[in-house]
């Protein structure tokens, strides 16, 4: 039967066989045909030929199928099929890492550089010799090289250039061109925060949430958006500057430049800056203050101190009102909040929920739950490997 | 070659050739062709087929189609091939129209109520028999009746369920198994809000703008949003109320019953609250002030009163200051703003852009265009014709 299907279907089956595997791990083939769609038939004679070309390989489950009955065999990826170039551009700092056939990141390196210094050349040439150092130790007993995602803090245009950001000095920057043309891959270009929620929404447990808010806490807030259960970033990339929607108009100094942001009052330097003004901290980079000097001001309010106490509760109320705004636009079935920032999470609770109930009415708040997610450094990989995968044809 | 394809490819065409002509109006065959991305033989075979069953009908252009030829013939809808019953609720009125075929509306009745003190079966009841009596008077001469659609102001849950309105002192009505069950026909439910936006897009002007928000502002300040050419209103319909968005949490009281909503600063009510502290106004419905009693604050305007204007200016900067939360976390390709409360635009229109720049930053605000869209009172009705006759298959 299945040896009469059109390839292109073929193609697509085989594809999202392979995209299942990558989302759920191992799988039993009886339990991929239910998830796919397919005759049992169908997907066996798939996997076979996967099987074949080594693209996937036979496991022992971990748990029996039945009381008495044999292990199931279950199907998962050979993740050495092929490698993919990860690459994070943050404030000082270019990180890459290898992305794997089975949606893993493995191997990380981070470069130092004074991102706000560099001309655009400049910084094309410092991401792309990491690139190419980096593969060169990393990619051995890799397949072939699928492409290059990057994700980046700041403004995506027309999904190649990077419009602004608080990593750079320079402004409008063709990521993706000098990339694919000196390595001759397919490059993905990314917000970091909209690859974060297309690496969270691919977990098995959010798979059947539509309406997705990811806000990421940290050197500034950020958002991703998953709507319709696609990634919506408006026409121009441009979309989900959560952190730039508005507590108060008169409000805070923002990095960019306006007053009253949420990120004015959430982010990192915002809470750093407020801590300062009650506590004494030493003064280091009031811009960008490291996880140490954050955590110092989480450990104040372990301790129970009572001014790390209330900086966090009047942060959290300005997150609960601008999250507030959010059910009101968007109404999402669910908010994650994430990023380094997180690490505070049980004091920002407290006035997060007040935030919300001052700002929204009732019958508005009682269908969005709000959660957080604890950080993981390497989600932002994560989602733009995810996008390399999904849309380079496997070897 | 068009007999040969499948029933329901054929029957898919169909649909689509009626749902251009609904769209565009009159249409010449070869321009049919060329927008459904089908020859020329296949659309001419499903026309002549829609015009044996008197669906369409062919006219002449009103232009020649090339300098000395002959006028092109125009293919339209044959508009009484079938009809709609479509119903607006709104504080103390039910307005009931007859939409057509070719998703027009024609006559409309207005039934006024005291809403707010109906219980749900009376409130169900006063529906149903407007809309028989409606029906008795206005279909004759028409098809078949193929559904009717309701818009109304405030929260629709799963299709089918008025949350909350604030027209009614009930909640979580079902209007729509009622309607089903007394009727026979299928039933459309949406927010008056939704159903405008939805009538917008269907212009031809507006069909390829993909990420639209449409925001009325009248009795109260809704919002209804096309992200992705699709309709989104989240997964329960309690999306886009932008009105509930907040400008200043300790501002003046909403009706919602929370404080600094936009609509507490723009709405009709509000604006006629705010008049009536400076000018000597007459006191008459305070929630629900008269379309008269809101062109009078508009005349004084147009008479160069300080005053008057004054206060569309500083309304117009807390809308733009909305607009700017939106435009941060949607950036939507363009923002319309319709509804009664437009007829004050131009008054307006200079608050907007200083709320605008005031709280947002250059680069979010290049992408979004923001204009004023003159107000038909027919738009909902236009919206819920216009889906369900995308819904149920023509006659």
Redesign the interface.
């Known amino acids: 039967m299945a040896r009469t299907e059109p390839d292109s279907t073929r193609r697509i089956n085989r594809e999202r066989i392979l995209r299942l595997l990558r989302i759920h791990g191992k799988v039993a083939r009886i339990d991929l045909a239910r998830m796919v769609g397919l005759s049992p038939a169908t997907v066996s004679a798939i996997i076979a030929e996967l099987i074949r070309d080594r693209r996937v390989g036979e496991v022992q489950g971990e748990e029996a199928s039945r009381a008495r009955g044999r292990p199931k065999v279950m199907i998962e990826l050979v993740a050495s099929t092929a490698c993919i170039i990860a690459v994070k551009l943050s404030i000082n700092e270019v990180q890459v890492a290898l992305g794997d056939f089975a949606g893993g990141v493995g191997a990380t390196e981070i470069i130092t550089i004074d991102s706000r210094a560099l001309t655009a050349g400049e910084l094309m040439a410092t991401i792309g010799d990491a690139i190419a150092d980096f593969r060169a130790r990393n990619a051995a007993g890799f397949g072939p090289c699928l492409g290059i995602g990057m994700a980046v803090q700041g403004?995506v245009r027309g999904a190649e250039t990077l419009?602004?950001s608080p990593a750079l000095g320079v402004r409008d920057v063709n990521i993706v061109r000098p990339l694919a043309a000196r390595f001759g891959l397919p490059v993905v270009l990314m917000n970091d925060a909209n690859s974060i929620a297309i690496a969270v929404r691919n977990r098995v447990r959010y798979q059947s949430v539509?309406?997705l808010a990811v806000v990421m806490l940290g050197a500034g807030v950020g958002?991703g958006l998953i709507?319709?259960g696609?990634l919506?970033?408006?026409?121009?990339g441009?979309?989900?500057?959560?952190g730039?929607?508005?507590f108060?108009?008169d409000g805070p100094l923002c990095m960019?430049?306006?007053r009253?942001c949420i990120e004015s009052y959430v982010s990192d330097y915002a809470l750093h800056r407020d801590a300062r003004t009650m506590i004494d901290l030493p003064a280091r980079n009031a811009q960008h203050p490291s996880e140490e000097e954050m955590q110092a001001i989480c450990d104040l309010a372990d301790d129970g101190d009572s001014r790390a106490l209330t900086l966090f509760e009047q942060a959290g109320r300005v997150l609960g009102?601008g999250l507030?705004?959010?059910i009101?636009?968007?109404?999402?079935?669910l908010v994650l909040v994430t990023g380094p920032g997180v690490r505070a999470y049980r004091y920002l609770d407290n006035g997060i929920r007040q935030g919300l109930a001052?700002?929204?009415?009732d019958?508005?708040l009682t269908?969005t739950r709000i959660e957080p997610l604890p950080w993981e450094e390497d989600l932002a990989f994560r989602g733009v490997v995810g996008q390399v995968l999904d849309r380079v044809p496997a070897p």
């Open positions: 403004l419009a602004w539509d309406n958002m709507l319709g696609q919506y970033d408006g026409s121009t441009a979309a989900a500057e959560f730039h929607s508005k108060q108009l960019c430049g306006k009253g009102y507030g705004n959010l009101a636009l968007i109404s999402p079935d001052d700002s929204v009415v019958t508005l269908h």
